[in-house]
């Protein structure tokens, strides 16, 4: 079946510091993925996406790129500040019997340190 | 214009009353979802309704589950017989169409404690 897999955190930075955050996938087609983000006491909200192979979503300084052969969707910042603290949450949406569906990773907690 | 809104925010309940959480789409979204966030369990979906009909009801984990949708609006999402293990953030998301290309946007959820 279809299955997101991302790395456990939680995932603790000093502001300034390089972010990865893997995830990689199961699925059958080709399905279109995303990251959200959870904000303390906030809901969730898509921070990029990319719906075909080597597509790169990028926003606010995070980028990820859609790569096959590697079934992978990998978050990535250069620089993280101490705002950047949230939950991320890779997903994949299934276009099953045309519509919708997200299928969501563990999330991934991230703490940034001043 | 107004995002999509949830209510109650929490939820806390006893042990087999049944609770009724709404969920308020992005006004003109025809797409509306339920997905429930529990410690262990990640994100799971719930169910999905086009318009006021849910073609895809696989997600509910139990009869005590349903969920409708009236006016092709405001949908409510009932749990009879709450279990402790039913709590968990309740989070609706709502988008334009449902054909699969579009983006689903999120409520910040109901969290439920059954006690």
């Known amino acids: 079946g279809n299955s997101v897999t991302q790395m456990e955190g939680p995932v603790t930075l000093s502001e300034e510091a390089f972010l990865t955050i893997n995830c990689t996938y199961t699925?059958?087609?080709?399905?279109?993925l995303f990251w959200y983000v959870q904000y303390p006491g906030e809901g969730l909200q898509l921070l990029l996406k990319a719906t075909k192979a080597d597509d790169k979503g990028s926003n606010k300084g995070f980028e990820a790129t859609y790569r096959k052969e590697t079934t992978s969707f990998h978050l990535e910042k250069g620089s993280v500040q101490v705002s950047d603290s949230a939950v991320y949450f890779c997903a994949l949406r299934t276009k099953s019997g045309g519509y919708n569906k997200l299928i969501f990773g563990a999330g991934t907690r991230l703490a940034v340190h001043p | 214009g107004a995002g999509v809104s949830q209510s109650p925010s929490n939820k806390v309940t006893e042990k087999g009353k049944d609770v009724e959480l709404r969920c308020d789409p992005i006004s003109g979204h025809t797409a509306l979802y339920w997905y429930r966030q529990s410690l262990g369990q990640g994100l799971e979906f719930l169910i999905y309704?086009?318009?006021?009909?849910?073609?895809?009801k696989s997600g509910l984990p139990s009869d005590r589950f349903s969920a409708e949708r009236t006016g092709g609006s405001v949908s409510t999402l009932t749990i009879q017989r709450t279990q402790q293990e039913d709590s968990a953030v309740y989070l609706c998301?709502?988008?334009?169409?449902?054909?699969?290309?579009?983006?689903?946007?999120f409520g910040p959820g109901t969290r439920l404690l059954v006690l």
């Open positions: 309704f086009q318009g006021n009909s849910a073609p895809d």
């Open positions: 699925a059958t087609g080709y399905p279109s």
């Open positions: 998301a709502s988008s334009l169409v449902g054909t699969g290309y579009e983006t689903q946007y």
